[in-house]
């Protein structure tokens, strides 16, 4: 068993070994898109990891901005970990059952609140099941503890006005996670009344070419430096983008797996830019 006390990735076999341990707090974050018709509370109810613990990225979100899943204040964040027993020097694993979505999204929504021991399960619950590991129904309960407000990592948010500059800069390398066709504007959006295409001078990577497609696992190193050396290809700054923030943060795991560790994600995201009249869109 290899040695993964503070990987970005830990895999089943290495959480098996750790299940019960007293400063571990393991996070299902599974989320699902409204047009795949599956519900992740209902679903971690019937089946998750022993111990896991339910973590909702819209309720725990910033639900005045009219945007999903919004980064949420460092206070709402603190109160929220609090209720799940974790402090600031626990260690943290978060899985979910849609490809990373959105354990990496939380992974690094807790690297933003300056929380480091955090890890996602690689393969995520479906790994775990085909690995025969064990699951429950069983819903834990842990004490309530004090999480104290963190400070925020400005420099892996990026927000409109930023982006905006950074585009019209060329500053940037701007890394669009969604489908090729998305990307192209060749597909329509899931979500209503936005336009098609993408920020102009980014690039296009699908998340899901991250992920073996049997394992359900990312992608060895070399695969991935292969993956990414098409679009980022420099030393400008890399910001990560996606339709709603959330796969974009798996284009993020991926490369702080490649030793990227400062990579920016566009929390907004094409559900801001391509909501509004005024942001530049390209196609093709």
């Given at each position: 068993?290899?040695?993964?006390?503070?990987?970005?990735?830990?895999?089943?076999?290495?959480?098996?070994?750790?299940?019960?341990?007293?400063?571990?707090?393991?996070?299902?974050?599974?989320?699902?898109?409204?047009?795949?018709?599956?519900?992740?509370?209902?679903?971690?109810?019937?089946?998750?990891?022993?111990?896991?613990?339910?973590?909702?990225?819209?309720?725990?979100?910033?639900?005045?901005?009219?945007?999903?899943?919004?980064?949420?204040?460092?206070?709402?964040?603190?109160?929220?970990?609090?209720?799940?027993?974790?402090?600031?020097?626990?260690?943290?694993?978060?899985?979910?059952?849609?490809?990373?979505?959105?354990?990496?999204?939380?992974?690094?929504?807790?690297?933003?609140?300056?929380?480091?021991?955090?890890?996602?399960?690689?393969?995520?619950?479906?790994?775990?099941?085909?690995?025969?590991?064990?699951?429950?129904?069983?819903?834990?309960?842990?004490?309530?503890?004090?999480?104290?407000?963190?400070?925020?990592?400005?420099?892996?948010?990026?927000?409109?006005?930023?982006?905006?500059?950074?585009?019209?800069?060329?500053?940037?390398?701007i890394v669009d996670a969604r489908s090729p066709g998305r990307f192209a504007g060749t597909e329509p959006e899931?979500?209503?009344?936005?336009?098609?295409?993408?920020?102009?001078?980014?690039?296009?990577?699908?998340?899901?070419?991250?992920?073996?497609?049997?394992?359900?696992?990312?992608?060895?190193?070399?695969?991935?430096?292969?993956?990414?050396?098409?679009?980022?290809a420099d030393e400008r700054r890399i910001v990560a983008t996606c339709g709603t923030g959330v796969t974009a943060?798996?284009?993020?795991?991926?490369?702080?797996?490649?030793?990227?560790?400062?990579?920016?994600?566009?929390?907004?995201?094409?559900?801001?830019?391509?909501?509004?009249?005024?942001?530049?869109?390209?196609?093709?």
């Amino acid at each position: 068993m290899t040695t993964q006390e503070n990987n970005a990735l830990v895999d089943c076999e290495w959480l098996a070994a750790k299940l019960g341990d007293a400063d571990l707090r393991i996070i299902d974050a599974s989320f699902f898109l409204p047009n795949q018709q599956r519900h992740a509370r209902a679903e971690y109810q019937q089946a998750h990891i022993p111990g896991a613990l339910f973590f909702d990225i819209d309720e725990v979100a910033d639900r005045s901005s009219g945007l999903p899943h919004m980064l949420p204040s460092p206070e709402h964040f603190a109160a929220a970990l609090g209720r799940l027993g974790i402090d600031a020097q626990t260690r943290v694993v978060v899985y979910d059952s849609n490809f990373f979505m959105a354990s990496a999204r939380l992974w690094w929504t807790f690297r933003v609140f300056g929380h480091e021991r955090v890890s996602v399960l690689d393969g995520g619950l479906e790994r775990w099941r085909a690995s025969g590991y064990p699951v429950t129904r069983d819903e834990s309960s842990p004490a309530e503890i004090h999480y104290p407000i963190p400070s925020v990592r400005r420099d892996l948010v990026c927000d409109l006005a930023a982006m905006r500059r950074l585009s019209g800069e060329g500053s940037a390398q701007i890394v669009d996670a969604r489908s090729p066709g998305r990307f192209a504007g060749t597909e329509p959006e899931p979500r209503p009344g936005l336009r098609s295409g993408h920020i102009p001078g980014s690039r296009n990577l699908f998340f899901k070419d991250l992920i073996d497609d049997h394992t359900r696992c990312l992608r060895p190193l070399e695969a991935l430096a292969t993956l990414f050396a098409p679009v980022v290809a420099d030393e400008r700054r890399i910001v990560a983008t996606c339709g709603t923030g959330v796969t974009a943060a798996i284009l993020a795991l991926g490369l702080y797996r490649l030793g990227y560790q400062d990579i920016a994600v566009y929390d907004g995201s094409w559900t801001e830019w391509g909501g509004l009249d005024d942001t530049p869109v390209a196609t093709g």
